[in-house]
Nanobody, 119 residues
Framework: QVQLVESGGGLVQAGGSLRLSCAAS????????LGWYRQAPGKQRELVAN???????NVEDSVKGRFTISRDNAKNTVYLQMNSLKPEDTAVYYC?????????????WGQGTQVTVSS
């Protein structure tokens, strides 16, 4: 089992910045990727960015150049630095951990943190 605890969401004006943090605990040795997803009202959950154990990253096109994902292995924590925020970035952001075994199928999830960007 892996537990994920997110922090850092909130309300910000367009053009502002926020940093999300996600601390992992439990069977962290089983994790091979950490990432952030988001879900806006009425929309499907979508990948924002992820980072593999080797350090390589994937970033969704709509946030490239604005969002940066990073990882502190010593703290078992993944971060999402969000700059130049837009109203369309408003969503609940979820931390996700995937394991090398592929189980559970969609990985482990945090409780979610609300990000609201006002225009």
């Amino acid at each position: 089992q892996v537990q994920l605890v997110e922090s850092g969401g909130g309300l910000v004006q367009a053009g502002g910045s926020l940093r999300l943090s996600c601390a992992a605990s439990g069977s962290i040795f089983s994790i091979n990727a950490l990432g952030w997803y988001r879900q806006a009202p009425g929309k499907q959950r979508e990948l924002v960015a992820n980072i593999l154990n080797g350090g390589s990253t994937n970033v969704e096109d709509s946030v490239k150049g604005r969002f940066t994902i990073s990882r502190d292995n010593a703290k078992n924590t993944v971060y999402l630095q969000m700059n130049s925020l837009k109203p369309e970035d408003t969503a609940v952001y979820y931390c996700n951990a995937k394991t090398a075994t592929g189980w559970p199928r969609y990985g482990y999830w945090g409780q979610g943190t609300q990000v609201t960007v006002s225009s």
